[in-house]
């Protein structure tokens, strides 16, 4: 009848899981990489050999190297949001706005923000990689707002909530940077603080 059989349908599912599984340590690797060596370091031989599997396996998931970074950073970045969004599942809102401001400005200051800066260099210089970096920067951006704009609990129907929100988000990238060459973190959690006590001031205006 040329049906599937049980025995073909058990060997199938494991095959899957260990494609599955294969692709996400390509894109975990990816990221430390491209985050320890920069663009120039990170060849797909290189990734491909840190998650201990072929490059013609990598080649399958990935048949570029651009395939492969690009889908490197947006995966980190959707589990980082997923993991900031269980930090607060019912919402900090008003309740402990620092500790909102505290875990956004750790999204810019991990090996993710590492792996995407430089990301972004090679992106000058590399006319395709340029718009597809583009484009997830675009998307990770928005979702990146829309997270902190629900964490906060902020308004923006209300004058110039919208911007502050954003200028939260255009300062922790900036602390992002600052913290690639020295540990900053005495000086980012004065910052922190500060922009704390200013949300409270206009979102409870």
Same mark, same amino acid.
């Given at each position: 009848?040329?049906?599937?059989?049980?025995?073909?349908? +058990?060997?199938?599912?494991?095959?899957?899981? @260990? *494609?599955? #599984?294969? $692709?996400?340590?390509?894109? %975990?690797? =990816?990221? /430390?990489?491209?985050?320890?060596?920069?663009?120039?370091?990170?060849?797909?031989?290189?990734?491909?050999?840190?998650?201990?599997?072929?490059?013609?396996?990598?080649?399958?998931?990935?048949?570029?190297?651009?395939?492969?970074?690009?889908? +490197?950073?947006?995966?980190?970045?959707?589990? @980082? *949001?997923? #993991?900031? $969004?269980?930090?607060?599942? %019912?919402? =900090?809102? /008003?309740?402990?706005?620092?500790?909102?401001?505290?875990?956004?400005?750790?999204?810019?200051?991990?090996?993710?923000?590492?792996?995407?800066?430089?990301?972004?260099?090679?992106?000058?210089?590399?006319?395709?990689?340029?718009?597809?970096?583009?484009?997830?920067?675009?998307?990770?951006? @928005?979702?990146?707002?829309?997270?902190?704009?629900?964490?906060?609990? =902020?308004?923006?129907?209300?004058?110039?909530?919208?911007e502050t929100v954003q200028g939260l988000l255009d300062m922790a990238r900036g602390l992002g940077l600052a913290n690639l060459l020295t540990d900053d973190s005495a000086r980012r959690e004065r910052v922190v603080e500060q922009w704390a006590r200013l949300?409270?001031?206009?979102?409870?205006?």
């Amino acid at each position: 009848m040329g049906g599937v059989s049980t025995a073909d349908r +058990a060997e199938r599912v494991p095959k899957q899981d @260990r *494609s599955r #599984a294969t $692709r996400q340590r390509l894109l %975990e690797a =990816a990221v /430390a990489c491209l985050a320890e060596h920069g663009w120039a370091g990170s060849t797909v031989s290189v990734v491909a050999e840190r998650a201990g599997v072929s490059r013609g396996a990598a080649q399958h998931h990935f048949p570029t190297r651009e395939d492969l970074f690009t889908a +490197a950073v947006e995966y980190v970045a959707e589990e @980082r *949001s997923t #993991a900031l $969004r269980a930090l607060f599942p %019912e919402g =900090a809102g /008003a309740a402990d706005r620092h500790a909102v401001v505290a875990a956004l400005v750790d999204l810019y200051t991990g090996p993710l923000f590492r792996a995407a800066l430089h990301l972004w260099v090679a992106a000058t210089n590399e006319e395709q990689l340029r718009a597809r970096v583009t484009e997830l920067e675009t998307r990770v951006g @928005r979702e990146s707002h829309r997270i902190a704009v629900d964490l906060l609990g =902020a308004d923006e129907t209300r004058p110039g909530v919208r911007e502050t929100v954003q200028g939260l988000l255009d300062m922790a990238r900036g602390l992002g940077l600052a913290n690639l060459l020295t540990d900053d973190s005495a000086r980012r959690e004065r910052v922190v603080e500060q922009w704390a006590r200013l949300l409270d001031d206009v979102l409870d205006d």
